[in-house]
């Protein structure tokens, strides 16, 4: 079981990036996907998620009306859309899969698979 992600980079902060994590469709059709990230030094900490029905997304308070969680099913594949950066967005961002209580209550343990991490960095 693999999750894969990509898309990160560097962008001046207000810019944008979109995050893609592709994914078994065993792991898509029954588990809630979501987004963590971890800066240096730093806890890794809970983005956003999204049920399989890919609607009623959800997301921290950090991140709310900035960044925007999706998943598309004929493509096996979860988005994280991320508008008006921060520098203190800056972190490895990873993909996860869990079941939905475990991902709505975003603690990082709970998670059942995660990808390799795409590194993000915004620059004042």
């Known amino acids: 079981v693999q999750l894969q992600a990509s898309g990160g980079g560097e962008v001046q902060a207000g810019g944008s990036l979109r995050l893609s994590c592709t994914h078994s469709e065993q792991i898509f059709s029954s588990e809630a996907m979501g987004w963590f990230r971890q800066a240096p030094g730093k806890e890794r900490e809970f983005v956003a998620g999204?049920?399989?029905?890919?609607?009623?997304?959800y997301y921290a308070d950090s991140v709310k009306d900035r960044f925007t969680i999706s998943r598309d099913h004929a493509k096996n594949t979860v988005y994280l859309q991320m508008n008006s950066l921060k520098p203190e967005d800056s972190a490895t961002y990873y993909c996860?899969?869990?079941?939905?209580?475990?991902?709505?209550?975003?603690?990082?343990?709970?998670?059942?698979?995660w990808g390799k991490g795409t590194l993000v960095t915004v620059s004042s």
């Open positions: 996860a899969s869990a079941l939905e209580p475990y991902m709505k209550a975003g603690d990082s343990r709970g998670m059942d698979y």
């Open positions: 999204v049920g399989w029905s890919g609607s009623d997304p």
